[in-house]
Nanobody
Framework: QVQVTESGGGLVQPGGSLRLSCRVS???????????VGWFRQVPGKEREGVAA???????FTIASVKGRFSVSRGNDRYTAHLDMNNLQPEDTAMYFC????????????????????WGQGTQVTVSS
């Protein structure tokens, strides 16, 4: 069974930093390899928004509103990924989800959510003074 676990969310003051991490287990029982990992966020009442992604070739993309503040990277293996978030602002408050894909190699924008086969339950990030 494929399972995605996220960690690292919490409450932080404006200007602060957090590192989100996620790991997938059981992936190779279903898929050949991990290609892309995406980070998405959602605020109640709003659509889910893609924030950052890293492709199978380690290409990366971050959306304009977080560019220069957020960065996505892999961990020690392809089953782990991180989202480093700096200079957090109240508008970054959301539930953050990571997702794994076996279908996306090169990243030039945030791939559609339908291309990600496994999703985590989410970790809450709250930016408030």
């Amino acid at each position: 069974q494929v399972q995605v676990t996220e960690s690292g969310g919490g409450l932080v003051q404006p200007g602060g930093s957090l590192r989100l991490s996620c790991r997938v287990s059981g992936w190779t029982s279903v898929h050949y390899a991990v290609d892309a990992v995406g980070w998405f966020r959602q605020v109640p009442g709003k659509e889910r928004e893609g924030v950052a992604a890293i492709g199978g070739d380690d290409s990366t993309f971050t959306i304009a509103s977080v560019k220069g503040r957020f960065s996505v990277s892999r961990g020690n293996d392809r089953y782990t990924a991180h989202l480093d978030m700096n200079n957090l602002q109240p508008e970054d408050t959301a539930m953050y989800f990571c997702a794994f894909s076996s279908q996306v190699v090169n990243i030039m924008n945030i791939p559609p959510a339908r291309l990600f086969e496994a999703w985590g339950q989410g970790t809450q990030v709250t930016v408030s003074s």
